[in-house]
């Protein structure tokens, strides 16, 4: 997909966050801002197909994303560190007060561990498949 069409794609599901996760008119809740992110993310990755997307579009999608959400968390790398927050006791308190099901947050947790720990799930899947 060309970056302009995937610009578009993802431009009203970005605004949809930044918009549940406002406070006030200029006060966004980062946390919220994170799970948001993160679940689409794993929606992208999940259903890409269903979506028009490819394989080869992840990377550009992601750098989109990156690029939209570093003006609201103001990190290098928001969706990696927003998978990252999740994994904390902290993530695991947020989603429990937003009542993310067992089923979404076990999703979102296997998603993280693909992402931070690359080489240990590949040890992990190894060791399943034996």
Known sequence: MERTNLTLLLAKPLEEIKQRSRITEHLID????????????????????????????????????????????????????AFRHLTTKEGEQLMEKENVST????????????????????????TVTQ
């Open 30 to 81: 980062k946390n919220k801002y994170e799970l948001y992110l993160t679940t689409l993310w794993m929606n992208i990755v999940l259903e890409m197909e269903d979506i028009g997307l490819a394989q080869a579009d992840l990377e550009p999608a992601l750098e989109i994303i990156n690029k939209s959400a570093q003006d609201v968390l103001g990190v290098q790398e928001p969706v990696i560190e």
């Open 103 to 126: 089923r979404h947050k076990q999703m979102l947790l296997y998603l993280a561990s693909i992402i931070l720990d690359p080489e240990g799930h590949k040890r992990w899947m190894e």
